[in-house]
């Protein structure tokens, strides 16, 4: 075998285009579920920070606000 040709030359010799747009639409549905679990996860920390302050400001209509996204968040992932 030629040491010049790229792994994407080698495996897209005996590749099928279906398989390859279906690998394709699988590959971006894992990007997406992932990027929106990272973006669940990062809102979590935001509210819990959130609410960490309005429980320092004694802000109780805050706190309710942050606690209820929170769980709802929560309960999102699970």
Do not use: C, W
């Not at 005996?14 to 590959?27: A, H, T």
């Not at 579920?33 to 979590?44: G, K, S």
């Not at 920390?45 to 769980?71: G, P, S, V």
């Amino acid at each position: 075998m030629d040491k010049n040709n790229s792994y994407a030359d080698f495996s897209a010799a005996g590749s099928n285009p279906v398989v390859n747009d279906s690998e394709k639409l699988l590959n971006e549905i894992y990007v997406d579920l992932f990027l929106n679990r990272l973006q669940r996860l990062h809102r979590i920390e935001q509210l819990r920070e959130f609410i960490d302050q309005a429980l320092d400001e004694r802000n109780e209509e805050a706190f309710h606000k942050y606690t209820q996204e929170l769980i709802e968040l929560q309960d999102s992932l699970n």
